[in-house]
């Protein structure tokens, strides 16, 4: 008898299809290869100096030494109020509609636990950011995958799901910005995703990480600022993306006073809330001075349109991303994703991912992330047009 066998939960969890990708990568970086990860998505710049320095001087207080409140510091709640009023022109309680999270992926995996009964399901979209569906059956749950297709603008067909789906779903996932689609979605969706959801009792959880990261004068919405909306949903938002702070582990959620509070409930009983230190930095991050996001933002559409060019040039077709730092580029034929994947990798020594790693119906496109500088992304180009993928 093996002592360490697994509980059927983790036994669950789908294969690391990403794992070939890393042990192909160190090889070539082991052979001296300079290879440009585009891979990850993870900011290459640094938190802005304020931020910073509101931890230093945090830090140092005593005060801030002690275990956090279980749900956030108040400051850090009305600080995330204010921003979303300012920002969305959605009004929140502070005390009853905010909850702070150790990174807004804490909060999504453990939403699930908080609402799903064993053989309830959630309705989750594929591609996507892997933990919706992981989350869902390490609470017990059963996944029901709707599919993100070109065709339909990469937004679910919720009229498509079979009635005895929706009648044994409880939580609905969406991420607006997408990852790894980089598709937006318009005030008529998030109207027709509080219907559904009022017309079948389903929790809205909508993952909101990209909505500060957007060019050309768009401005993604809140799902929140829906009307019914804050009947029916919990939105999460991270400071991750908006200003670099993937290490420090801090977001929030916001919304439905309900599902705030049963995230809550689940959450007191595994962690002890976040440094608060890390909270006060946080409320110099959305209360300080923005240049920093418009700057950021900047950065990122001058690589957009670098690379949208340059895979363009080298014979490559996709949308020109409105929102993120992704770009969802298909697959020339008659290769897949994975093929695509081992010949940027072996002949051009550029790490990209592959779409069928978020989901089968992302097969035929491949994840590109803009974390690199231009510096690297140009010679990423050359190195593309020298493959030459025109026909
Ligand atoms: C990066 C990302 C997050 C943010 O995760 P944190 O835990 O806040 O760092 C959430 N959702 C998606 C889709 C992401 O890409």
Redesign the pocket.
């Given at each position: 008898m093996n002592i360490f066998k697994k509980a059927e939960r983790l036994k669950r969890v789908p294969p690391y299809l990403f794992k070939q990708i890393d042990n192909k990568k160190a090889e070539l970086v082991s052979r001296g290869v300079d290879v440009i990860d585009l891979g990850v998505?993870d900011p290459d710049l640094p938190t802005p100096a304020h931020i910073i320095d509101a931890l230093e001087m945090a830090a140092r207080d005593p005060a801030n030494h002690k275990y956090p409140s279980y749900s956030g510091m108040n400051d850090f709640k009305e600080a995330v109020a204010g921003w979303y009023l300012k920002r969305f022109g959605v009004s929140l309680d502070p005390e009853t509609q905010v909850i702070s999270l150790i990174?807004?992926?804490?909060g999504?995996a453990h939403l699930p636990m908080a609402f799903l009964n064993p053989g309830d399901m959630a309705l989750v979209p594929t591609p996507a950011?892997p933990v919706y569906n992981i989350a869902t059956l390490f609470a017990g749950g059963e996944s029901f995958f709707m599919p993100l297709l070109e065709k339909n603008a990469f937004l679910p067909d919720l009229d498509s799901i079979p009635a005895d789906v929706v009648r044994r779903a409880r939580i609905l996932f969406i991420?607006y910005p997408n990852?790894p689609t980089a598709a937006v979605a318009d005030p008529d969706f998030f109207k027709k995703v509080v219907r559904f959801a009022r017309d079948n009792d389903i929790i809205v959880c909508h993952?909101a990480?990209?909505t500060e990261i957007a060019f050309d004068g768009y401005r993604p919405h809140s799902f929140l600022e829906t009307d019914g909306a804050v009947e029916v949903g919990i939105e999460?938002h991270?400071?991750?993306?908006t200003y670099n702070m993937?290490g420090w582990?801090i977001?929030f959620a916001v919304g439905n006073p309900e599902a705030v509070a049963a995230l809550g409930a689940i959450k007191s009983n595994i962690d002890s809330g976040v440094f608060r230190a890390v909270q006060l930095a946080a409320i110099e991050a959305i209360e300080g001075d923005q240049t920093c996001v418009r700057e950021m933002t900047e950065i990122y559409k001058k690589r957009r349109d670098l690379m949208v060019n340059g895979l363009k040039a080298a014979g490559f077709d996709m949308d020109i991303p409105k929102a993120t730092f992704y770009l969802w580029v298909k697959v020339p034929s008659p290769y897949t994703s994975a093929d695509i994947t081992s010949i940027l990798l072996e002949k051009a020594g550029i790490v990209v991912t592959p779409g069928s790693g978020f989901g089968d119906p992302g097969e035929g496109y491949f994840r590109i992330s803009l974390t690199q500088d231009t510096e690297r992304l140009e010679e990423a180009v050359n190195r593309l047009k020298a493959l030459d993928f025109r026909r």
């Amino acid at each position: 008898m093996n002592i360490f066998k697994k509980a059927e939960r983790l036994k669950r969890v789908p294969p690391y299809l990403f794992k070939q990708i890393d042990n192909k990568k160190a090889e070539l970086v082991s052979r001296g290869v300079d290879v440009i990860d585009l891979g990850v998505g993870d900011p290459d710049l640094p938190t802005p100096a304020h931020i910073i320095d509101a931890l230093e001087m945090a830090a140092r207080d005593p005060a801030n030494h002690k275990y956090p409140s279980y749900s956030g510091m108040n400051d850090f709640k009305e600080a995330v109020a204010g921003w979303y009023l300012k920002r969305f022109g959605v009004s929140l309680d502070p005390e009853t509609q905010v909850i702070s999270l150790i990174g807004s992926k804490e909060g999504i995996a453990h939403l699930p636990m908080a609402f799903l009964n064993p053989g309830d399901m959630a309705l989750v979209p594929t591609p996507a950011y892997p933990v919706y569906n992981i989350a869902t059956l390490f609470a017990g749950g059963e996944s029901f995958f709707m599919p993100l297709l070109e065709k339909n603008a990469f937004l679910p067909d919720l009229d498509s799901i079979p009635a005895d789906v929706v009648r044994r779903a409880r939580i609905l996932f969406i991420n607006y910005p997408n990852n790894p689609t980089a598709a937006v979605a318009d005030p008529d969706f998030f109207k027709k995703v509080v219907r559904f959801a009022r017309d079948n009792d389903i929790i809205v959880c909508h993952d909101a990480a990209y909505t500060e990261i957007a060019f050309d004068g768009y401005r993604p919405h809140s799902f929140l600022e829906t009307d019914g909306a804050v009947e029916v949903g919990i939105e999460f938002h991270s400071f991750s993306k908006t200003y670099n702070m993937t290490g420090w582990r801090i977001g929030f959620a916001v919304g439905n006073p309900e599902a705030v509070a049963a995230l809550g409930a689940i959450k007191s009983n595994i962690d002890s809330g976040v440094f608060r230190a890390v909270q006060l930095a946080a409320i110099e991050a959305i209360e300080g001075d923005q240049t920093c996001v418009r700057e950021m933002t900047e950065i990122y559409k001058k690589r957009r349109d670098l690379m949208v060019n340059g895979l363009k040039a080298a014979g490559f077709d996709m949308d020109i991303p409105k929102a993120t730092f992704y770009l969802w580029v298909k697959v020339p034929s008659p290769y897949t994703s994975a093929d695509i994947t081992s010949i940027l990798l072996e002949k051009a020594g550029i790490v990209v991912t592959p779409g069928s790693g978020f989901g089968d119906p992302g097969e035929g496109y491949f994840r590109i992330s803009l974390t690199q500088d231009t510096e690297r992304l140009e010679e990423a180009v050359n190195r593309l047009k020298a493959l030459d993928f025109r026909r």
